[in-house]
């Protein structure tokens, strides 16, 4: 079963960056896509990000389109999320998971425990 963990989250003035990890200690998950997803208080689960993990496509959100980066690892079996000119609206728990889909969060079947990101105006 792949096993997925996120770190790297904190808190970060408007204009900062961060690095999202997102290990897996499971299963491999070659040949999954494996996406970031982010969810506000109050707000549905939002796609932010995805990249299939053995061609290494990518695929972003029209809201973080330029700003994030996303990336792999595939030795290290590891997803990095770069974020860049953080905004207060990025403010959210950030989540990775692994699936066959792009967008949809029901897509996916394997989820990490999520990583709160805090950027203050």
């Known amino acids: 079963q792949v096993h997925l963990v996120e770190s790297g989250g904190g808190f970060v003035q408007a204009g900062g960056s961060l690095r999202l990890s997102c290990a897996n200690s499971?299963?491999?998950?070659?040949?999954?896509?494996v996406g970031w997803f982010r969810q506000a208080p109050g707000k549905e689960r939002d796609f932010v990000a995805a990249i299939y993990t053995s061609g290494g496509n990518t695929h972003y959100s029209d809201s973080v389109k330029g700003r994030f980066t996303i990336s792999r690892d595939k030795v290290a079996e590891t997803v990095y999320l770069q974020m860049n000119s953080l905004k207060p609206e990025d403010t959210a728990v950030y989540y990775c998971a692994a699936g066959a889909g792009i967008v949809a969060a029901s897509d996916y079947i394997h989820w990490g425990q999520g990583t709160q990101v805090t950027v203050s105006s």
């Open positions: 499971g299963r491999t998950f070659s040949g999954y896509t």
